[in-house]
């Protein structure tokens, strides 16, 4: 195993890979041609003298061996990083936190912690992205974010299977809600009854494999008339409030709802319960990640105490 001849754009394009999880999107995030990612990948193992790489249908998935050479190319690019903001004059970005988050936690959570940090702490800059639960798990394995904001249902299994585990710290348990249009029958109550649910038209997101029928309540009991499709949670709270279905939402969502919306809990089934937790690597964190995450979490308490 030899990485003396090791470019620094392969380490980049490796670290690009293992995070967004296929060769297309990581050429996407990096402005290349697929072939010219693959061309880096394969320079990188002949280095490596093994696979760093499973090759999947969904994707890829990094070889124990991979892990090894992410950590230290990881570490590697932010010295190189580093060093080079110093001879360039710029500022230690010691003081930049990246936050990664899932759109039906973060979209009302993450801006309330930012506000608050800009009093308390204002040398410190957030800079934040959306993704998938999976992709932000990602991002954290290959140092793409220091800390991830996900929404996890029963039964909470660990983030992923990979060692070590990262460190998962849950910041509130509500349950599950349904956005309902004013206008709508159910809206004139103050629960919503699981038979109810029967015949009425969804708004959800597109299915993948990552996320099925996001806007769907889940294990109802016939194939769902799903009429819009979206990933944007704004959008589809703007959906019902037009009057165009249902969506699911969850609590940390609620206070974003729009006018023309009623948010409302459903009884008679399982108790659809959805945990927030803020996630990061097992290694120490940074005295502004900490500031960061003590943010969050106090945001996470405000917003629990909220009245819906």
């Known amino acids: ?51 760093l790489l499973e090759r999947r249908r969904e994707g890829v998935r990094l070889t124990a061996v991979g892990h090894l050479v992410l950590r ?16 360039s004059g710029l500022p230690d970005q010691g003081g930049t936190v990246r936050v990664g988050w899932v759109p039906s936690v973060g979209a009302a959570l993450l801006p309330r912690a930012v506000a608050a940090l800009r009093t308390t702490h204002p040398a410190i800059t957030v800079t934040s992205r959306e993704g998938t639960t ?13 800390l991830a904001l996900l929404s996890s249902a029963p039964p909470f299994r660990p983030l992923d299977t ?51 029928l996001m806007g769907v309540w889940p294990g109802l009991d016939e194939r769902p008339e799903i009429v819009h499709t979206t990933r944007d949670w704004l959008a589809k709270l703007s959906l019902v409030a037009a009057g165009c279905g249902l969506t699911t939402v969850g609590a940390s969502l609620a206070p974003a709802a729009p006018e023309g919306v009623r948010i409302l809990p459903v009884r008679g089934g399982p108790r659809e319960q959805r945990r927030l937790v803020l996630a990061r690597l097992p290694d120490p964190p940074e005295e502004a990640a900490v500031r960061v995450a003590e943010a969050l979490r106090a945001a996470a308490v405000e917003e629990a105490d909220a009245p819906l």
Not at 10 to 30: M, P
Not at 40 to 47: D, G, H, L, P, V
């Open 72 to 87: 230290r190319a990881t570490a590697a690019l932010d010295q190189i990083d580093s060093a080079a903001r110093e001879l």
């Open 1 to 51: 195993m030899d990485f003396r001849d090791v470019s620094l754009t392969a380490l980049r394009v490796f670290r690009a890979v293992a995070e967004q999880g296929t060769f297309t999107a990581a050429a996407v995030s990096l402005g290349y041609t697929q072939s010219a990612v693959s061309r880096q990948i394969a320079s990188i193992e002949r280095a490596a003298g093994v696979k």
């Open 162 to 212: 990979e060692s070590p585990p990262l460190v998962s710290q849950p910041l509130t348990e509500r349950g599950l809600r349904l956005a309902v249009p004013a206008s709508h029958p159910l809206a004139r109550r103050d629960y919503v009854d699981i038979a109810d649910l029967r015949g009425q038209r969804w708004i959800a997101a597109p299915p993948s494999g990552e996320d099925r």
């Open 134 to 146: 999976a992709a932000l798990v990602r991002a954290l394995r290959s140092g793409g974010i220091d």
